[in-house]
């Protein structure tokens, strides 16, 4: 067996069920789970239509690279979202099975496992980022991001003897769990170090879809070294179509940016065995032309976050992320021991925020936090949020 798996931790929710093992939550109350961030509002007829209507496609086997209409149609998009006149379907652009698999996929690219690289991610973080680090022989870095930063990434921190042995930042934005949106300063800052040491930036933005004002949707990494007149070079975004259009089981997304990365990537998926069904290639070609979809998911969320936001701060330190669907609630005793009562008493499942990071300069930037995933329908997160409250108010 490969050792490096001894490295990995178990997953979080792994670590949850653990949590509640031996728990009987409160029979007379309905289950309500805000713990998995799983889109659950509908999926569009308009996606649904497109799948059927091409399952005859399923006869052939799919290019690694893509179709010409998906790479296209992701171009298009980007051009409209970002501004990207200039972008490239045919090189800068690669579809994916998802952004988890492609995130993953992409350190086992980037990495020399004889280097002794060093990987940066942010604490809090999205696992994949620690077990593709680990899997490809590489060691994490972890930077905190702490409250007192506006939950920004503290990268001034990182030793400069980390940075010269760095081949990879992973950054996410906007953030798991915070919401914090990254700014152009911060891209400018992020975007000298790659330049100045020689590393690569893998931008995790599967969340970019789901903000507050339509009139300012957050900056994206493309965006930025666009503004910056900087170019591509050592920079790669990941997207998604799971949380913008509804479809985590559909498994599909893209990533873009540096045309030699990707060429590498492509070569890495080539091998791997990393083509999309050709159906979900014409399903997605129809979510990505599509924006009407997308605003009545971003009206849905912001009606959540307006309405439960305000009922929890009747107990609890939280407030309305920059975009995303988590609310990162601090908590008055140990996250774990809220989390377990709380399932116990209410019958509400929530995330421990320990169970997300790693302590890191004498701190796990997770602990006494707990992160909530507003995906149901508002009455349910409503209830929810009625009995937080209620729970959080006899601590």
């Not at 990995?8 to 509640?20: I, N, V």
């Not at 690219?109 to 899997?135: K, M, R, S």
């Not at 140990?334 to 925020?353: C, I, K, N, S, W």
């Amino acid at each position: 067996m490969n050792p490096r798996l001894q490295a990995l931790q178990p997953y979080p929710f792994e670590k949850l069920r653990a949590l509640f093992a031996g728990v009987t939550p409160n029979p007379a109350l309905a289950p309500i789970s805000l713990g998995i961030g799983e889109p659950r509002h509908p999926t569009p007829d308009l996606i649904k239509l497109a799948l059927t209507e091409n399952l005859a496609k399923l006869a052939a086997y799919p290019p690694t690279a893509g179709s010409d209409a998906l790479r296209q149609a992701i171009a298009a998009w980007l051009k409209r979202r970002y501004g990207l006149d200039a972008i490239d379907g045919r090189t800068e652009v690669l579809p994916v099975n998802g952004s988890r698999e492609a995130l993953f996929a992409f350190a086992q690219t980037v990495i020399d496992p004889d280097a002794h690289d060093t990987v940066v991610c942010p604490n809090p973080f999205y696992q994949i980022y620690e077990g593709a680090t680990l899997l490809a022989g590489a060691r994490p870095y972890y930077v905190n991001s702490l409250s007192g930063r506006g939950f920004a990434a503290d990268y001034d921190s990182v030793p400069l003897d980390v940075w010269r042995r760095t081949r990879l930042l992973y950054v996410c934005s906007p953030g798991n769990p915070t919401g914090k949106v990254m700014g152009l300063e911060e891209w400018r800052s992020v975007l000298a170090l790659a330049d100045r040491h020689g590393f690569v930036v893998a931008s995790d933005e599967c969340y970019s879809e789901i903000y507050f004002d339509e009139a300012a949707p957050p900056l994206g990494a493309l965006q930025a070294a666009a503004q910056l007149d900087r170019g591509f070079e050592r920079l790669v975004m990941f997207s998604s179509l799971s949380k913008r259009s509804n479809v985590p089981g559909m498994r599909s997304g893209f990533v873009a940016g540096d045309a030699a990365i990707l060429k590498a990537f492509l070569l890495y998926r080539t091998y791997h065995g990393g083509a999309m069904n050709p159906a979900v290639q014409e399903a997605s070609v129809a979510a990505w032309r599509d924006e009407d979809h997308v605003r009545e998911n971003r009206r849905k969320y912001a009606e959540k976050f307006t309405r439960v936001t305000p009922v929890l701060q009747a107990a609890l330190e939280v407030a309305r992320p920059d975009a995303g669907f988590y609310l990162w609630a601090a908590t008055p005793v140990a996250d774990t021991d809220f989390a377990r009562r709380l399932y116990q008493e209410q019958h509400v499942t929530v995330l421990p925020g320990s169970f997300l990071a790693r302590e890191s300069c004498g701190v796990n930037p997770g602990a006494n936090y707990v992160r909530m995933a507003l995906v149901a329908e508002l009455d349910e997160c409503l209830e929810a949020a009625r009995r937080i409250v209620e729970f959080a108010r006899k601590l």
